[in-house]
Every structure is written in structure tokens, then in C-alpha cells.
């Protein structure tokens, strides 16, 4: 079992950035390291999509082309935490933003595969 709790979105200006945070408690018999860990998001009225991934041990990443060269995932094991750095954020990039946990590489960027989410971020930026 694992619960995700995000923080760190808000309204920004286009050019701005913003660093979301997850963290995530472990039941016991697991450790942070056990799960991949995604960033996905969903914009009204369309599908939740995958932004970043990052496995377990922290040496692979994936990012969706649009954010390519913007956005970076990392993660914290001593935290317990995975962080989503998005710089120079685009009105398009608006949407709520989901953490997601998954035992599996190629789950954890499909929202069906996807283990464990969290509550969801608002991230608005303003044109």
C-alpha cells in the first residue's frame, strides 16, 4: 500500500516555474525504492496523460515530448519524495497534476497500469 500526497502547484506566470512535490508513505515489507514513480496530468474535458517518469532507482527517466527540455523528475529516497521541476511553463501546461506509483517500468506510464495515484495539483498558468 502507498499513499501520495502532492503539493506545490498554483498560478504562474508563462516563463515561470514551478516544483511540485509527492510524497509517498510506504507500507512496511516495501521501500520507496520498490515503485517507479510518475507525473501525469489531465486538463478539462481530455485524457489523463504521462509527463515524466522515473524508475525506482532513479537511473532512468521519461519525459512526454511536450515537455522535453522543460521539466525534470528526480526523487529523494532518504524524503521518501519525488519532485517534478517545470520551467518555462506554457498556458498549455495547465492542468491538474496527479503522482503516480507503479511496481512496473511500463505501467507506471499508462493511467490504466498505474498502481497508486495521488489527490491531484492545480497548476494554472496565466498568459
Known amino acids: 500500500q502507498v499513499q501520495l500526497v502532492e503539493s506545490g502547484g498554483g498560478l504562474v506566470q508563462a516563463g515561470g516555474s514551478l516544483r511540485l512535490n509527492c510524497a509517498a508513505s510506504?507500507?512496511?515489507?516495501?521501500?520507496?525504492?520498490?515503485?517507479?514513480m510518475g507525473w501525469f496530468r489531465q486538463a478539462p474535458g481530455k485524457e489523463r496523460d504521462a509527463v515524466a517518469a522515473i524508475s525506482g532507482s532513479g537511473t532512468s527517466t521519461y519525459y512526454a515530448d511536450s515537455v522535453k527540455g522543460r521539466f525534470t523528475i528526480s526523487r529523494d529516497k532518504t524524503k521518501n519524495t519525488v519532485y517534478l521541476q517545470m520551467n518555462s511553463l506554457k498556458p498549455e501546461d495547465t492542468a491538474v497534476y496527479y503522482c503516480a506509483a507503479a511496481t512496473g517500468w511500463g505501467s507506471i506510464v499508462h493511467p490504466l497500469l498505474v498502481d497508486y495515484w495521488g489527490q491531484g495539483t492545480q497548476v494554472t498558468v496565466s498568459s
Open positions: 510506504v507500507a512496511s515489507g516495501r521501500t520507496f525504492s520498490s515503485y517507479h
